[in-house]
């Protein structure tokens, strides 16, 4: 099959694993696990699990690395939901229709949101159960990346450069570990999972490729919230600037900020191809991401 072929086979085998593993919407209590059900179903690219299946593609292994990257998107989802809520962001739509405090309300998607995380790590856990090492090592790289210093810490260093002077080196914090260490995860996990995951100087490699490629999604995020339109987004359009947030266009203009975005993906292409392997796909949906409309 070819790449537009692979993609929406493997979001489709994605979006079927997350309905019939995650907690039914009936389960008591319905409402909170409706909220789950209600975040985690409403589409999207399925980025993080991609890359992971990408990554772990370019050396096979024995291990299924869907799984590791529902775990990621489950982490994801909990962090948009939050990201939404009125006293973070303050978003009333995501995917293309209401946040999930929107379609609930506030207190039970910050629940919802809760919820996600234990369940991102017992998903793991009981996905890798036959090989405690690998399943050890997955965790603590969600973990950390999940945590104070990375996803967590750069929402909260967002939050407080609003509305002040843009600053390259905030930004650059903000953008490495709100975004990038995400994306950085994925493909170090989805590598881990494959044959070579053992083998340093190739995780160095995929580290780093990992970093440059969310450096350049974020370019490209703040490119598109001041080119697309809200329906195309299927978020607020023009957010940023309505909150006073610090993006690369607002310091560099778009076009500086386009050739950051290229720079930063032909880095990580670079890096991908040092590592060799079965990297095609990989190497395509890089370049994908690059040139996205949404």
């Known amino acids: 099959m070819n790449f537009s072929e692979k993609l929406l086979f493997l979001q489709d085998r994605i ?16 409402r909170l696990h409706e909220a789950m059900n209600y975040s985690m179903q409403a589409g999207g690219k399925r980025l993080r699990p991609l890359l992971v299946h990408a990554a772990q593609e370019v050396y096979p292994g024995i291990h299924d690395p869907i799984a590791a990257g529902i775990a990621l998107e489950i982490i994801h989802t909990y962090s948009l939901i939050h990201d939404d809520l009125p006293a973070m962001d303050d978003s009333d ?7 999930c405090h929107k379609a609930y309300d506030e207190a039970t998607a910050i629940l919802a949101g809760d919820a996600l995380i234990p369940l991102a790590f017992q998903y ?19 973990a950390q990346t999940a945590g104070s210093e990375k996803l967590v810490g ?7 450069a609003e ?3 843009p600053d390259a080196q905030t930004l650059s914090y903000i953008h490495e570990n709100k975004t990038a260490a995400m994306i950085q995860a994925s493909l170090e996990m989805g590598f881990r ?16 490729a990992g970093l440059r490629l969310g450096l350049a999604f974020q ?4 490119l598109l919230d001041v080119t697309s339109s809200t329906e195309m987004l299927g ?16 310091m560099l203009g778009e076009k500086k900020a386009r050739k950051l975005a290229e720079e930063h993906t032909q880095a990580a292409v670079q890096a991908i191809e040092k590592i060799g392997g079965n990297n095609g796909f990989l190497l395509q949906l890089i370049k994908s991401m690059l040139d996205r409309q949404m």
């Open 15 to 30: 979006n079927k694993r997350i309905v019939r593993d995650l907690p039914a919407s009936t389960c008591k209590p319905a």
């Open 93 to 99: 739509l995501r995917r293309g229709r209401p946040a």
């Open 124 to 142: 793991l856990v009981e996905s890798y159960r036959e090989a405690p090492a690998l399943a050890l090592d997955l965790v603590h790289i969600l």
């Open 154 to 160: 750069g929402q909260m260093m967002d939050l407080l």
């Open 163 to 165: 509305g002040t002077k």
């Open 193 to 208: 999972l494959g044959e070579m995951g053992d083998d340093q100087n190739k995780l160095i490699l995929i580290r780093q």
């Open 219 to 222: 370019a490209v995020d703040d």
């Open 235 to 250: 978020k607020d359009a023009g957010q940023d600037a309505g909150n006073q947030k610090i993006t690369w266009v607002v």
